[in-house]
């Protein structure tokens, strides 16, 4: 299993910056996917960038594309989320989650395993 922390969310206003931070622990392969989800109260969680902690690809949701970057950092067993040109739309949870069987999965479709708890974005206008 994979213990996922994640912390740097908060308040910023529009056109600002943040960057999320997601610490992993335990065993570690390169093939794990690991993405950053976005969840609103009611609302279905979305998956919104993710990477091969190889590093051999990303994906972006659309509405994010040229705004966001994820990067993944080996030797702290670390994936950031940094966020720039936020809108108020970009308000919501934001989780950390890694995909752990991932052979013959797109990004977009693996099944993620395990969890963080969490860190709020806020976005004000």
């Known amino acids: 299993q994979v213990q996922l922390v994640e912390s740097g969310g908060g308040l910023v206003q529009a056109g600002g910056s943040l960057r999320l931070s997601c610490a992993a622990s335990g065993r570690i392969f390169s093939s794990y996917a690991m993405g950053w989800f976005r969840q609103a109260p009611g609302k279905v969680r979305e998956l919104v960038a993710a990477?091969?902690?190889?590093?051999?690809?990303?994906y972006y949701v659309d509405s994010v594309k040229g705004r966001f970057t994820i990067s993944r950092d080996n030797a702290k067993n670390t994936v950031d989320l940094q966020m720039n040109s936020l809108e108020p739309e970009d308000t919501d949870v934001y989780y950390c989650?890694?995909?752990?069987?991932?052979?013959?999965?797109?990004?977009?479709?693996?099944?993620?395993?395990?969890w963080g708890q969490g860190a709020q974005v806020t976005v004000s206008s």
């Open positions: 990477i091969r902690w190889s590093g051999s690809s990303t």
């Open positions: 989650a890694a995909g752990l069987k991932t052979t013959g999965w797109t990004l977009r479709s693996v099944p993620y395993d395990c």
